[in-house]
């Protein structure tokens, strides 16, 4: 038996464990700060629920081993715990991990792993094996921590989130965490069986370069050959740098780069972005006497400069090529006419497609899908489908991305039932739908409130083995809010995480909008404040939802308490906006607090926030707050620059601030006052012109009287100028 201060546990704060940028999403947070779908108010405190864990499997492991209260080479000891998983919560079962690598050693927590993993509920939870992973690499037990990964590919992959455990294995280096063949070969084997070949392509790279590594510290000398493709393999996974450290080991030692090596490269720097650099190094192979560039090379070149939209340039390239005895390719033709559909040149993308039957080049499934994307998104709805006949006629047929984008078009025209009958078509020809269409389908009828139809659709691919990801999950939570289901959206919040999806900025704003809408601000606030600590950026519609319905509450001091925690520019931006929603509804006393806020921060009132502000407390004749806020307007910010003697012209701010504030008022005071020539016209048939005339000069005086008392800082000043 273990006593029970055995396990001492800590709060454990994991910011500084995560597996680079790429997995931001599954960093660490001790549970205590994250809430909890399952948990209710009878339930234990979290801390005593992990304290009895901890114990029951150190109890259970030590008791399967009594000889050896040391680390044994079983790791699949048979825990017996008297608790089952729903006795925990995802986090809870993160921290339990995380406590035992930590004080009772790596083997005791591998016991909890696999009985974690052999259960329904953190079977397939990513961020479980992370941070299990993560624990044993900084005990240095990098043997289990191999094993824990190898164990998350096989188990992820049953529920289609294979891409993002394969990103997570290719990240473990910069951990410090070698791959090892065992491990990259248990993955290949795994993609092999669900057949994800793009996936296949990175894991191979991964292996290439570590073959090519061993071959250099065994002595062998590899060729131009072995460079080229080690080149060609970064670049296409965008590891530019490393590619061209490459190509300075191969240049020391003596070889030198040929034409293929060089067009690795210019199609790696334009599918970064980096055309200009991709060009200088084209304009080095075309001025070379040794080698010239070939179609492939052009085709790389012209495609960045599509890309960025560049068709001049592309042209150009074109013609270049054609008067060096070239002949485009296939790929080629498709590369520009897709630039032409993209810019919406389709005369031109017509013109060329028409030139590669002259040439005997059939266009392929992808040249159509270029035009037809092109033409979706200039809203040629119409051309796109009739396009898409005439490839059927040609013999050409439609493909996941000719369809996903019809039906996305038919989404964003809210025409759901197309979009449905070409999702019915698109199975029945064998074609199935990915998790984007489904996404896709979910997104629009959630705009037409229709929740019943999205969790149909949203099940379905649950059925067929889909992953949801962020993206879907997030129109699920739009759809319940804007159905007054905010109770089923916050299920849905929990239940997305309970999965490993991790909610980004959008899914936070959807919720917190649909629960001030319906008034549960406590809760709104709850969940603002956890994305604040996640260091998620909150929208700017967000932001301004929370702050206003708390203001609208009376709870003007909460909504400063919630801004106060952005960022200075993004505080600017929300309390402007603030102040001017405010003041259009008349709320001027609660506005003059946000106003005098931005007063204090380095004078950041713009002039609508100014006009706007001044304007609604004229309305409100509320001439003492303008009175108030104009002196205050009117400090100089830095009193050891001014001047006493008078000669120093105020600053520009100042000036900016007294001329608006005039302007304002004298606004204000016309448009109450009745035209002289109507207070003139009414006299005169009264009581005569030179009666008329008097009357008029004594209600003016008497009125500008009684204004004087309320007049903004800066308006005598300009008076009297005026009047000089």
Not at 626 to 653: A, H, I
Request: aromatic share 8%; with cysteine.
């Amino acid at each position: 038996m273990v006593p029970l201060n055995f396990i001492h546990l800590r709060t454990i704060s994991r910011h500084n464990v995560s597996v680079g940028t790429l997995l931001h999403g599954f960093i660490y947070r001790p549970f205590c700060h994250c809430p909890v779908a399952d948990s209710s108010s009878s339930a234990p405190p979290s801390s005593t629920v992990v304290k009895r864990v901890c114990f029951w499997v150190c109890d259970s492991y030590y008791n399967n081993h009594p000889r050896k209260k040391s680390h044994s080479n079983s790791t699949r000891s048979v825990l017996n715990l008297p608790i089952d998983s729903d006795f925990l919560t995802t986090e809870q079962a993160i921290t339990v991990v995380a406590s035992l690598a930590d004080e009772a050693g790596s083997m005791v927590a591998m016991s909890f792993f696999y009985w974690a993993v052999g259960t329904p509920k953190f079977r397939h939870f990513m961020r479980f094996y992370i941070v299990s992973a993560t624990c044993l690499i900084k005990n240095g037990n990098f043997e289990r921590a191999h094993e824990v990964l190898r164990c998350m590919v096989r188990n992820v992959a049953e529920i289609g989130m294979l891409r993002e455990a394969v990103d997570v294995i290719l990240e473990m280096p910069s951990q410090g965490l070698v791959l090892t063949a065992h491990t990259l070969n248990c993955v290949l084997s795994v993609v092999s069986e669900m057949g994800c070949y793009e996936i296949a392509e990175n894991v191979f790279d991964e292996i290439a370069l570590k073959i090519f590594n061993k071959m250099v510290e065994m002595g062998f000398e590899p060729n131009i050959i072995n460079f080229s493709c080690l080149i060609n393999g970064l670049s296409r996974r965008g590891s530019i740098k490393q590619s061209f450290e490459i190509l300075e080991e191969m240049v020391r030692i003596g070889l030198k780069p040929n034409v293929y090596t060089h067009t690795a490269l210019i199609d790696g720097l334009c599918k970064k972005g980096w055309t200009d650099k991709a060009f200088r190094l084209f304009l080095k192979l075309v001025r070379s006497e040794s080698y010239k560039p070939n179609v492939h090379t052009y085709t790389a070149m012209i495609s960045g400069y599509c890309k960025e939209e560049k068709m001049n340039r592309a042209e150009m390239l074109l013609v270049k090529m054609q008067e060096q005895g070239l002949v485009p390719n296939s790929n080629t033709y498709t590369t520009l006419i897709g630039g032409h559909a993209k810019v919406g040149d389709f005369d031109r993308a017509y013109e060329l497609m028409d030139k590669m039957g002259k040439d005997c080049l059939t266009p392929t499934t992808c040249t159509y899908n270029a035009v037809i994307d092109g033409l979706c998104k200039r809203g040629r709805v119409k051309e796109a489908y009739g396009l898409m006949k005439t490839s059927f006629r040609n013999g050409i047929c439609a493909d996941k991305f000719t369809y996903t984008v019809l039906i996305y078009e038919s989404c964003k025209q809210d025409n759901i039932k197309q979009a449905l009958a070409l999702t019915n078509k698109m199975m029945k020809i064998g074609i199935a739908p990915d998790m984007h269409t489904y996404t896709t389908l979910i997104s629009s009828l959630s705009r037409q409130k229709k929740i019943r139809e999205c969790e149909r659709i949203f099940w379905n691919a649950l059925d067929k083995g889909l992953a949801p990801t962020t993206q879907t999950y997030t129109s699920m939570i739009c759809g319940y809010c804007r159905d007054n289901k905010v109770d089923m959206a916050v299920k849905f919040f929990h239940k997305m995480r309970d999965n490993g999806c991790t909610p980004d900025s959008f899914t936070y704003g959807a919720l917190i909008s649909g629960l001030c809408k319906e008034s549960k601000l406590d809760e709104a606030k709850r969940f603002f404040d956890e994305m604040m600590n996640r260091g998620i950026s909150p929208p700017e519609v967000t932001r301004l939802t929370i702050a206003y319905e708390f203001c609208r509450k009376g709870e003007s001091l909460t909504a400063m308490v919630l801004l106060d925690r952005l960022d200075k520019k993004l505080w600017i931006r929300t309390v402007r906006t603030l102040v001017r929603k405010l003041c259009s509804e008349q709320k001027v006393e609660m506005a003059a607090q946000f106003f005098d806020k931005l007063l204090e921060v380095n004078h950041a009132v713009d002039r609508v926030t100014l006009a706007a502000f001044m304007s609604a407390c004229y309305d409100s004749n509320n001439y003492a707050l303008v009175s108030d806020m104009s002196r205050k307007m009117t400090k100089e910010k830095d009193p050891k620059k001014n001047r006493q003697d008078g000669k120093l012209p105020p600053p520009k701010f100042q000036r900016s601030a007294e001329r608006a504030s005039c302007a304002c008022w004298h606004w204000r005071r016309f448009r109450a006052v009745p035209p002289l020539e109507q207070r003139v016209r009414t006299a005169s048939d009264s009581s005569g012109q030179a009666a008329a005339t008097r009357h008029s000069a004594r209600d003016r005086l008497r009125w500008r009287h009684a204004a004087s008392r309320d007049r903004p800082a800066g308006i005598r000043r300009w008076q009297s100028v005026s009047a000089r």
